[in-house]
């Protein structure tokens, strides 16, 4: 079960919304401070934090995958948002340099797909930032916000899924320690939440934000329902190996006198 766009739109419009986006913007900010001319996407429900780039990022876009449903963005001015598959995503081989994926991979059915149709359209030198819910956290355990819907994530979990689509995770980073409830006495210090957090409980942050960089010279991986080779038959039980044919060496040629005897012996047979 997963939320669609408009109710996202609606959490992001909310109190407790708007702290998410100043928080996680924030260490997005901080970890993608140059993006200037940089081929800059969202895949998911990226637009609240897609905002900061606009004036930078050159060419914009956010991508929201069909299951989610589209959203205008922005709501003036030209549209910079697209209905999309998010396995076949309309963009050419390695024409990304920086992609954000948030509210996404926690609610794909595939998504190791979804992974290696990310790896194709990264340039060799882009960064993919993911934003998702963490397994450990209070936010994965409530549905009160989007990220205690779909399949939360350990750190070693994305690490084998990232290696198994051929990318290497980067940088880690924690965020969102503060109990995910909309009351106004837990809005007024999110930084003293997040300050606490890092120092008592780092490891039960709401999300996890992992950068990853693609490995360009990886092995190809067979793609899913192709026939693995078939395996070679065992030697046959009782099977003799064929002995090879024995090769009699020739008697060795007499010579000396061993030679003059034998001529003697015959030369006295004739004269008897």
Known sequence: MHLDAVDLKEFYACPLGLVVRRLLGQRLKARWSEVKSCRTFG??????????????????????????????????????????????????????????????????????????????????????????????????????????????????????????????AETWDYALYMPPFNWRILLRWPLAWERLGLVLWPAFSGVIMVEATKQVYAAIPARDGQAPPPPRPPPRRGHAKRPSAKVETPPARRTGSAQRAAWRRRVFAHKR
């Open 43 to 168: 895949l998911g429900f990226a637009t609240p934090f897609l905002a900061p780039f606009r004036d930078e990022a050159e060419p914009l876009g956010a991508l929201m995958p069909a299951r989610l449903g589209a959203i205008l963005w922005p709501e003036a001015g030209q549209s910079l948002s697209v209905l999309v598959e998010d396995t076949e995503l309309p963009l050419i081989d390695e024409g990304a340099d920086r992609v954000l994926l948030v509210h996404m991979l926690e609610w794909s059915p595939k998504p190791v797909e979804l992974l290696r149709e990310l790896w194709r359209v990264l340039a060799p030198n882009g960064r993919l930032l993911l934003v998702v819910p963490n397994r450990r956290g209070l936010w994965a355990r409530l549905d009160t916000t989007p990220f205690g819907y779909g399949s939360p994530f350990s750190k070693s979990q994305l690490t084998r899924l990232l290696k198994e689509a051929m990318f290497a």
